[in-house]
């Protein structure tokens, strides 16, 4: 199946720091989403990605899809405590599928 | 409000028993989805139904069965089958734009 490979697996980090976290396939898509799970919830998505290259924000959130079509990044500025829980990047895989990366969990220090 | 609804939030269960849990939506949307998630974990496709009273398989679906007799609901029984049914469940259905939207989940316990 699709390896999707997401680091950092944790971050902690201070109030206040900018956040980056990636996800590589080892196949090109022509989507990449991002959601952030909060403890005992269901993911929300942040952000959608529909072309190589694309940067799209989305408030303190700028996410990009790489120009090899294989890889995506998510960046979280000036980080506040509402931003701890679980990111997971996703791929489509045919007929709708989604096929999750294995999430980074951040924690914030006030 | 349109959005996902799944109930109950908590769900226990003796090992052996069947149970359904329930996924309702008023999105409109055509396609709907069942994930796992175990702690630690990302999600897992069980089933999915791109049209009413069509579905297909996803990842791990032995020990689990769907139907889809409406538009809005896509209810899922996990069966005695299922060897390791303990986990957290997530429904979530998509519109042609492919972006899925997740309900709030259902943690199943069984022992």
């Known amino acids: 199946g699709q390896q999707l490979n997401q680091s950092p697996q944790s971050m902690f980090i201070q109030e206040g720091e900018d956040v980056s976290m990636n996800c590589t396939s080892s196949?090109?898509?022509?989507?990449w989403l991002w959601y952030k799970q909060d403890p005992g919830e269901g993911p929300v998505l942040l952000i959608a990605?529909?072309?190589?290259?694309e940067l799209t924000s989305n408030g303190r959130l700028t996410a990009q899809f790489g120009i090899t079509r294989k890889d995506s990044f998510l960046n979280i500025s000036a980080s506040i405590p509402s931003d701890v829980g679980i990111y997971f990047c996703a791929l489509i895989q045919g007929a709708q599928k989604l096929v999750f990366g294995q999430g980074t969990r951040l924690t914030i220090n006030p | 409000d349109g959005g996902i609804t799944q109930s109950p939030k908590y769900l226990f269960r003796k090992e052996g028993q069947n149970v359904t849990l329930s996924c309702e939506q008023n999105l409109n949307h055509d396609a709907m989805y069942w994930y796992r998630q175990d702690p630690g974990q990302g999600l897992r496709l069980i089933y999915y139904s791109q049209i009413v009273n069509d579905f297909q398989k996803g990842d791990i679906a032995e020990g689990y069965s769907v139907s889809r007799e409406k538009k809005e609901s896509f209810p899922l029984t996990v069966t005695s089958a299922q060897k390791n049914p303990t986990a957290f469940y997530l429904c979530a259905s998509s519109a042609v734009s492919y972006e899925q939207y997740f309900g709030p989940g259902t943690r199943l316990t069984v022992t």
């Open positions: 196949s090109i898509f022509n989507t």
């Open positions: 990605l529909y072309k190589a290259g």
